[in-house]
């Protein structure tokens, strides 16, 4: 270990994964990665939260019947989300017979699940742990903004929450692509108070994070094919790569951000993708279906958070944020 990063020896597997998205979600880069691309956002459920909890319990399902094992050999699920009390995953965690971890990253939950699923592992306490999360446009629209049905003209700072749910197994052993090193990253808030301007809010936590776990383990940006920053959009990809540049770091020949890509044209979405489906989905089947035929061999996976509620954001607070970054390897 070295300061906020954490080098794991056994270099703890990511043996299969499930998706599911959204139909304006696969109409993009991920629609041909996903197990099952949804035609309805509604996934046959009476409300947008049942459906946002359905669909992150398809893709806990769908990553363990990927890895050829069933229920019982998974020792512990870590999950969270986006709505108040984390309801969809503790409500999707009641349908699978294992211990549940809640946590709460905003839309960092998916890096965050990951580094702890390696450290139980790494640490020998456990086996296989599944790390997921996910969310829903509708739902999250009318938890953290306005009521769906006024029908209010979005701002050209905002960005889109992405429908879908992502899920990884992640095993002591096995094949698959290895988690080497974990950075824990800490809330930066740069007083940002805009609830729509997330990608202004989360760039300078990933900047700290990204380099931290540059300066801990000693590496240069170009040691990653990528650097995949989690839902900064199109405004935030460009911040933190300003940000890093004015320390020195130059991140631009190879970051990419899971938001700015996921829409088929960013255009029509303003800044592009967010919420904590976003880099699940884009993670989870884009990027590791390119990892497991060894397209690229190296990534940095920094997920980012914004830490607001609807009570902070109605008191005129700023927005914390936060970013944790895993690193995701094929080992030779």
Same mark, same amino acid.
């Given at each position: 270990?070295?300061?906020?990063?954490?080098?794991?020896?056994?270099? #703890?597997?990511?043996?299969? !994964?499930? *998706?599911? =998205? $959204?139909?304006?979600?696969? /109409?993009?880069?991920? +629609?041909?990665?996903?197990?099952?691309?949804?035609?309805?956002?509604?996934?046959?459920?009476?409300?947008?939260?049942?459906?946002?909890?359905?669909?992150?319990?398809?893709?806990?399902?769908?990553?363990?019947?990927?890895?050829?094992?069933?229920?019982?050999?998974?020792?512990?699920?870590i999950?969270?989300?986006?709505?108040?009390?984390?309801?969809?995953?503790?409500?999707?965690?009641?349908?699978?017979?294992?211990?549940?971890?809640?946590?709460?990253?905003?839309?960092s939950?998916?890096?965050?699940?990951?580094?702890?699923?390696?450290?139980?592992?790494?640490?020998?306490?456990?086996?296989?742990?599944?790390?997921?999360?996910?969310?829903?446009?509708?739902?999250?629209?009318?938890?953290?903004?306005?009521?769906?049905?006024?029908?209010?003209?979005?701002? #050209?700072?905002?960005?889109? !929450?992405v *429908?879908? =749910? $992502?899920?990884?197994?992640? /095993?002591?052993?096995? +094949?698959?692509?290895?988690?080497?090193?974990?950075?824990?990253?800490?809330?930066?808030d740069?007083?940002?108070?805009?609830?729509?301007?997330?990608?202004?809010?989360?760039?300078?936590?990933?900047?700290?994070?990204?380099?931290?776990?540059?300066?801990?383990?000693g590496?240069?940006?170009?040691?990653?094919?990528?650097?995949?920053?989690?839902?900064?959009?199109?405004?935030?990809?460009?911040?933190?790569?300003?940000?890093?540049?004015?320390?020195?770091?130059?991140?631009?020949?190879?970051?990419?951000?899971?938001?700015?890509?996921?829409?088929?044209?960013?255009?029509d979405?303003?800044?592009?993708?967010?919420?904590?489906?976003?880099?699940?989905?884009?993670?989870?089947?884009?990027?590791?279906?390119?990892?497991?035929?060894?397209?690229?061999?190296r990534?940095?996976?920094?997920?980012?958070?914004?830490?607001?509620?609807?009570?902070?954001?109605?008191?005129?607070?700023?927005?914390?944020?936060?970013?944790?970054?895993?690193?995701?390897?094929?080992?030779f």
């Amino acid at each position: 270990m070295s300061a906020h990063t954490v080098l794991f020896r056994q270099k #703890p597997r990511i043996i299969s !994964t499930g *998706t599911v =998205a $959204g139909p304006k979600e696969c /109409a993009g880069v991920v +629609g041909k990665y996903v197990d099952k691309a949804l035609s309805d956002d509604m996934f046959g459920e009476s409300t947008y939260e049942k459906a946002e909890c359905k669909m992150l319990a398809y893709a806990i399902g769908k990553a363990i019947e990927n890895a050829d094992i069933s229920e019982k050999d998974i020792d512990m699920m870590i999950s969270g989300d986006l709505l108040n009390q984390i309801i969809s995953a503790s409500f999707a965690a009641r349908d699978f017979d294992f211990p549940f971890l809640g946590v709460y990253g905003a839309c960092s939950t998916m890096a965050e699940s990951l580094a702890l699923a390696a450290a139980f592992i790494d640490a020998g306490y456990f086996n296989r742990i599944v790390a997921a999360t996910g969310s829903h446009f509708s739902s999250a629209e009318r938890q953290y903004r306005y009521p769906l049905e006024l029908g209010n003209t979005r701002p #050209p700072q905002s960005q889109w !929450t992405v *429908t879908g =749910a $992502g899920g990884a197994v992640v /095993a002591k052993s096995g +094949g698959g692509v290895a988690i080497t090193a974990a950075t824990f990253g800490k809330v930066v808030d740069f007083g940002i108070s805009d609830v729509n301007n997330m990608g202004a809010a989360m760039a300078p936590a990933a900047c700290n994070t990204i380099l931290t776990h540059l300066k801990d383990t000693g590496r240069a940006p170009d040691y990653y094919d990528l650097i995949v920053t989690g839902d900064l959009g199109a405004l935030g990809s460009r911040i933190v790569k300003d940000l890093t540049w004015e320390k020195g770091v130059d991140i631009q020949p190879n970051h990419v951000d899971c938001g700015e890509i996921v829409y088929n044209v960013i255009e029509d979405e303003f800044q592009g993708g967010s919420g904590a489906g976003c880099s699940a989905v884009v993670f989870n089947s884009y990027l590791m279906d390119k990892l497991r035929r060894r397209e690229i061999n190296r990534v940095l996976f920094a997920a980012t958070g914004a830490l607001l509620s609807t009570v902070s954001s109605g008191q005129g607070e700023s927005i914390p944020c936060i970013c944790h970054a895993v690193s995701v390897e094929n080992v030779f």
